[in-house]
C-alpha cells in the first residue's frame, strides 16, 4: 500500500490515516462523512485542474448523476450499497465521455465555459426528467447492506463504508498521478504541443482523465447519496461545482492531500456558519480573491514548498 | 366566435407572443455577450462576475428610485456609470495584478469577485425580490394588427439593437476603436506608439461592466430586481459565447438575439426542452465547428 509514496507523503499519509480513524470519536460521523464524500470529489477534480491543466467548471454533473443513480437503484431496486455506488460511478464516467468528448475540443477559458454550460444542461435535465423527483429529489433512501450482510443503519458502520471508499479513490487518484499515463498527463499541462510532437495523441490523454475524474466524482456523488439517504438538485448544481473548485484551490491545485484538507476546511465552514446565511457566500468569495491574489499554492501548497517536499 | 389564426398548428399570438419574449431574452444575451467579448478581447479574462454587475445595475436603478426619487430615465445613465465605476475600481485594485499570470486566475477571480457581490445583496435584500415599476411614458400597449405590443418590451428591444450596434460602430469605426483593437492585437507596440494601454484596458473593463449595468437597468421592469436574477441569464451567456465564437463583436450580438428567438419558439413547440436548447445548440456547434459560428482560428 506504501508503495510509490515519497517520504513526505508517507508521513502525511499516516497523519491522515489516524485522523481518519481517531475523528469519528471526537466529532459527528455525519459531518465526517460529508467532508470525506467532497474530499473524494475535489480528489477527483484536481486530476483534471491540477495535472492536466483542464479547469472543469460543471463537475457537479458527474457527482449529482452519480448521486441520482445510487438513490434510485438504492431505493427502487434494494441493491448492495457497494453495488449503487459502483453504479453511480458507472453513470459518471459514462456522463463523462459524453460531456468530455464535447469539451476537450477546446482549452483553458473555453473549456471552463463549455463544461459550466454542459453542467447546466445537465442540471436543466435532471429537473425534467421523472426520475430525479425534480424539485424534491429522490428522499428517503434506505442505507441497505454493504457485502451482502453488513447493515450500515449505525453510523459509525456507514462511516467506515465512506471512510474505506475515500481512501480506495484517494489511492487509486496517487497511483494514476504517479504512473507513466500521469507523466504524459503533467507533460500535456505543461506543453501541450511538445507532448503531440513527442507522439502522444494528447486527446485521447485528456478524455480518459476526464472520464476517470468524472467517474470519482459520480463514485463520491454515489457515496453521499446513500450516507445521508437523499439525491437533489443542489448535487448537480453550479453552486456545488463552485464548491468544489474553492476547495481544490483553498487546499491546493496539483497537490496530493490538498484537495482533502481544502473540502474539509470548506465543509467545516458551511456546516458551523450556517446560521450566518449569505455571510458564508461571501466568505467563500472573499477565499477565492485572496487565494488568487496572494495565495496561489494554496494550504497544503505552501506547507509543502516549507518543507521543501511535494505533498 | 372569432376565429384564430393558426401558424403550423400554433395560434397566432401564442407564436408571436413567444416570439417578443425570445427577442427579449436575446435583447439581454446580446448585450451581455458583447460585454464579455469587449472584456475577454482587451483583458483576455471571462469576466464571471458579468451577471452580478448586471444585477447590481438593475439594484443601483432601484436604490436611486427608493431612496433618491431618481426615476428610471436618469437611471439609465446614472446607474451604468456607478457600476462601470465600481468596475474600474476592480480592474485598477485586483484584476490588473493578474494580467502576467495564467487566464484562469482571472476567471477563478471574477468569479470570487461574483461571489462576494451576490452574497452582500443577498444578505441585505433577501432573496425575494423586489418589483421596479414601467415608468408611465412606457405603460400600455400598442395593437400591431397581429397581436398586442407592451410598448416597455418593444423599448426594451429597439434601445438593446441601438446600443450594441452603437458599440459595434464604436468599435468597428471610430479612430478610437482602431486603437482598441491594434492593442488588442499588440499591446506592445501600440504602447511603444505612445498609447497609455493600462488605462485603455481599465476603460474597456468599466465599459463592459456599464453595458452589463445598462442591461441590468432595462430588465429591472421586467424581472423582479433580486440577487439571483444574474445567474439565469448569466449561465445560457456563456453559451451563447460559445456558441458565436471567443471576442468576436458582431458573432456577440448576432447570436444573442438569434438564440433567444430560438429559445421563444422552443418555448411553444416544445416547452420542456426551452431550458436546455441553447445548450444543445452549443453541442452541435461545438461537433460542427468547435471555433464557435464567428470565431476566427486560434
Known amino acids: ?311 | 366566435m372569432e376565429r384564430v389564426t393558426t401558424i403550423f398548428g400554433v395560434p397566432a399570438p401564442l407564436l408571436f407572443g413567444q416570439l417578443l419574449l425570445g427577442l427579449i431574452n436575446g435583447a439581454f444575451y446580446a448585450m451581455l455577450s458583447l460585454g464579455l467579448a469587449i472584456i475577454f478581447g482587451m483583458l483576455n479574462i471571462i469576466n464571471f462576475a458579468h451577471g452580478a454587475l448586471f444585477m447590481m445595475g438593475a439594484f443601483v436603478a432601484w436604490m436611486l428610485l427608493s431612496y433618491a426619487g431618481i426615476g428610471y430615465f436618469p437611471s439609465l445613465i446614472l446607474a451604468p456609470l456607478i457600476v462601470g465605476l465600481f468596475g474600474v475600481i476592480l480592474e485598477k485594485t485586483l484584476i490588473s495584478r493578474l494580467y502576467k499570470l495564467d487566464h484562469l486566475c482571472g476567471l477563478l477571480l471574477t468569479f470570487g469577485l461574483a461571489l462576494v457581490i451576490q452574497g452582500l445583496f443577498r444578505n441585505y435584500y433577501g432573496s425575494s425580490g423586489m418589483p421596479y415599476p414601467i415608468p408611465g411614458v412606457l405603460q400600455g400597449a400598442t395593437n400591431l394588427g397581429f397581436m398586442f405590443l407592451p410598448n416597455y418590451r418593444g423599448w426594451v428591444v429597439a434601445v438593446a439593437l441601438l446600443v450594441c450596434l452603437a458599440t459595434w460602430a464604436i468599435i468597428e469605426k471610430t479612430p478610437l476603436g482602431a486603437t482598441l483593437r491594434a492593442a488588442t492585437e499588440n499591446p506592445g507596440l501600440v504602447q511603444a506608439f505612445g498609447v497609455n494601454v493600462p488605462r485603455l484596458i481599465t476603460l474597456t473593463y468599466g465599459g463592459g461592466v456599464a453595458l452589463a449595468a445598462f442591461a441590468g437597468v432595462l430588465a429591472a421592469p421586467i424581472y423582479s430586481v433580486n440577487p439571483n436574477m444574474g445567474d439565469n441569464f448569466i449561465n445560457v451567456v456563456f453559451a451563447v459565447v460559445v456558441i458565436g465564437g471567443m471576442g468576436s463583436i458582431l458573432g456577440s450580438i448576432v447570436t444573442g438575439f438569434g438564440l433567444g428567438v430560438v429559445e421563444g419558439l422552443t418555448k411553444v413547440f416544445w416547452p420542456q426542452a426551452s431550458a436546455t436548447v441553447v445548450f444543445l445548440v452549443m453541442v452541435i456547434v461545438l461537433l460542427a465547428r468547435p471555433r464557435g459560428l464567428f470565431g476566427k482560428l486560434a
Open chain 1, 1 to 311: 500500500m506504501m508503495a510509490g509514496f515519497s517520504r513526505p507523503e508517507r508521513i502525511a499519509l499516516m497523519v491522515l490515516l489516524t485522523l481518519i480513524v481517531a475523528s469519528p470519536f471526537v466529532l459527528y460521523p455525519i459531518f465526517l462523512m460529508r467532508v470525506l464524500c467532497f474530499a473524494l470529489f475535489a480528489c477527483a477534480f484536481n486530476l483534471l485542474i491540477g495535472y492536466v491543466g483542464l479547469l472543469s467548471f460543471g463537475h457537479a454533473a458527474f457527482f449529482g448523476m452519480g448521486s441520482y443513480v445510487a438513490a434510485w437503484t438504492m431505493k427502487f431496486w434494494h441493491l448492495d450499497a457497494a453495488v449503487a455506488i459502483l453504479l453511480g460511478g458507472v453513470a459518471g464516467a459514462a456522463l463523462g465521455l459524453c460531456l468530455g468528448y464535447l469539451a476537450i475540443r477546446r482549452s483553458g477559458i473555453t473549456f471552463a465555459m463549455i463544461t459550466l454550460a454542459l453542467g447546466q444542461m445537465v442540471y436543466f435535465f435532471c429537473l425534467e426528467a421523472p426520475f430525479t423527483g425534480g424539485e424534491d429529489g429522490i428522499q428517503l433512501v434506505p442505507r441497505g447492506h454493504v457485502l451482502g450482510f453488513i447493515p450500515l443503519t449505525n453510523d459509525m458502520v456507514m462511516y467506515g463504508l465512506v471512510a474505506g471508499v475515500f481512501l480506495a479513490g484517494f489511492l487509486f487518484i496517487h497511483r494514476v498521478i504517479h504512473s507513466p499515463f500521469g507523466q504524459v498527463l503533467k507533460a500535456i499541462r505543461e506543453n501541450e504541443p511538445r507532448a503531440t510532437s513527442l507522439g502522444y495523441r494528447t486527446s485521447d490523454y485528456k478524455l480518459i482523465a476526464f472520464v476517470l475524474s468524472s467517474a470519482l466524482s459520480g463514485v463520491a456523488g454515489g457515496t453521499k447519496a446513500i450516507a445521508f439517504g437523499i439525491a437533489t438538485l443542489t448535487d448537480v448544481s453550479s453552486g456545488t461545482s463552485g464548491e468544489v473548485v474553492l476547495m481544490t484551490l483553498l487546499g491546493g491545485l496539483g497537490t496530493v492531500f490538498g484537495p482533502v484538507a481544502g473540502a474539509t476546511l470548506v465543509v467545516a465552514m458551511e456546516t458551523y456558519l450556517a446560521q450566518f446565511g449569505a455571510w458564508v457566500t461571501v466568505a467563500q468569495g472573499a477565499i477565492f480573491v485572496v487565494c488568487v491574489l496572494a495565495f496561489r499554492r494554496g494550504i497544503i501548497g505552501e506547507i509543502g514548498t516549507r518543507l521543501r517536499a511535494a505533498l
